[in-house]
């Protein structure tokens, strides 16, 4: 399922043919259109679209081009649209300082009213910003301390992030600004030129954010009918190239095409209230390995986690509400073969069933699949034993968080005794190797950790593979 989040499909453009299109779109497996207007009759043209046609929803607002059109009179118009059931935001709204079709003083006018309109709808906000970013983040941030309200309706009780207020469309800037906005609670979407690969002198800082920031904050979108993605660049765009888009960022981070639609997706529904919440899985595919999720229970309280948020993994909702049963994972399995791998993970420590685990895995490799544990490495502590000789012919490869190689760090980040748990896990992580898994010490990317040292750490001390994993 694919949303095309910003179409703006009542230019004459599609005048002629919009039915076609709407079809393409439907057979390119878009399921949902965001129509977002930029001034009033687009905005009344956007709703009336959205009346029509029941996976079509609507913006209403103006664009910085047209923002000198903008007076109280259009601003209550806009309002009163924005009651329609279909309207998700305000948008597109912002600054455009590359054309500068609008004077500047009264961009910011229009952009700061359009925004307070949002705050007292409780609506999220679509954004345009063309080389105007500065500007546009501080009004954000200025905005944003003048009304804290705003969209506090959606807080949740262990939320990562701010609740989320907007999304920035066609995102301006790099990986660097991108993860800046998303920590303010904005969304970041790409379009066409994520396509467009780098120039020799100019990177594309499209695909630096397609690179860098995980698939839980990118919103997919075509801004038809401009900025058609290659293979198609130079003709007119439409909402079923969006799938182009969506290739396009799977194929840079690695996952399939199913899973960017996935989480975008749940993007979607979080900003904008459009699809349904995914039901909690305990079994789920990510590339072409099968996930199994068979507690949520830890012995650890990591700090970056989300175990006790809504644990959603690529839009994957895994806030299992019972564990499940060796049957009930077999059965959800199948047949093994299909996989490239079977993983047991997800938000909790497969160790503390290592019963299940080792039932699980001992049909697996009778049935020819093949298996990885996920593990925070504490497996002998929480089993009272040498857990590693019964894993023998029964796991394949296995990926242990190492976090830091600081003991006191180790502790602070894990929330518990750095002191006890530090050491164990080394020691486990080095038995494992010795008994010749395949073994590869994994480390959230942090700041304030060290990648080299760590690195130096697995490869010399534990003799073990590094691999540094994005933090969501
Ligand atoms: S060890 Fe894994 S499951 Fe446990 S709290 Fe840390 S990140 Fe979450
Ligand atoms: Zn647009």
């Not at 990591?302 to 049957?327: H, M, Q, S, Y």
């Not at 748990?421 to 060290?450: G, H, I, Q, W």
């Amino acid at each position: 399922m694919l949303i095309d989040s910003h179409a703006h499909l009542f230019f004459k453009d599609f005048k002629n043919d919009l039915d076609d299109v709407l079809k393409r779109a439907k057979d390119a497996g878009v399921e949902y259109i965001i129509c977002p207007g930029t001034d009033l009759p687009t905005s009344i043209a956007s709703v009336e679209l959205a009346e029509k046609y029941p996976f079509i929803y609507a913006a209403v607002g103006f664009h910085p081009h047209d923002a000198s059109k903008l007076d109280d009179k259009s601003l209550s118009e806009i309002e009163k649209l924005s009651h329609h059931p279909k309207v998700v935001a305000i948008g597109e709204i912002g600054l455009d300082y590359h054309y500068d079709f609008s004077p500047r003083p009264k961009q910011i006018e229009a952009f700061k009213s359009q925004i307070e309109l949002a705050q007292k709808r409780d609506l999220p906000i679509i954004i345009h910003s063309r080389e105007a970013e500065d500007d546009v983040i501080s009004i954000l941030e200025n905005q944003i301390k003048k009304n804290p309200d705003w969209r506090k309706s959606l807080a949740k009780n262990y939320d990562r992030y701010p609740t989320p207020k907007g999304v920035f469309h066609c995102f301006p800037g790099d990986s660097k600004l991108a993860w800046k906005v998303i920590n303010m609670g904005f969304y970041v979407s790409l379009t066409g030129p994520v396509t467009y690969g780098n120039k020799p002198n100019k990177p594309n800082s499209m695909i630096d954010v397609a690179t860098n920031v995980s698939a839980e904050h990118i919103l997919l979108e075509t801004d038809c009918p401009y900025l058609t993605p290659a293979p198609f660049r130079g003709k007119r765009n439409e909402p079923a190239y969006v799938k182009y888009i969506a290739e396009k960022i799977a194929e840079l981070q690695h996952l399939s095409v199913n899973d960017i639609a996935r989480a975008s997706s749940f993007a979607v529904y979080n900003l904008f209230g459009i699809g349904k919440y995914p039901d909690p899985v305990f079994s789920y595919t990510i590339r072409n390995s099968l996930y199994l999720n068979i507690t949520l229970r830890c012995n650890a309280d990591c700090v970056f986690c989300d175990r006790k948020g809504e644990a959603i993994v690529k839009g994957n909702n895994l806030k299992i509400t019972k564990e499940p049963t060796a049957d009930e994972v077999i059965k959800a399995i199948s047949d093994p073969r299909r996989y490239d791998e079977i993983v047991f993970c997800g938000f909790g420590e497969p160790t503390i069933r290592f019963d299940l685990m080792k039932e699980v895995s001992r049909w697996i490799k009778a049935n020819g699949g093949k298996v990885r544990l996920n593990t925070d490495g504490h497996g002998n502590l929480i089993n009272h034993r040498n857990i590693i000789p019964e894993m023998k012919g029964l796991i394949d490869s296995i990926s242990i968080s190492l976090n830091s190689t600081d003991p006191v760090q180790y502790g602070k980040l894990m929330r518990l005794d750095g002191e006890k748990y530090f050491p164990a896990m080394v020691e486990f992580a080095k038995e494992c190797v010795k008994n010749n898994f395949d073994v590869t010490m994994t480390m959230v990317d942090l700041a304030n950790v060290n990648e080299e040292q760590v690195r130096a750490f697995v490869e010399k001390e534990i003799g073990a593979k590094f691999k540094n994993r994005p933090l969501f």
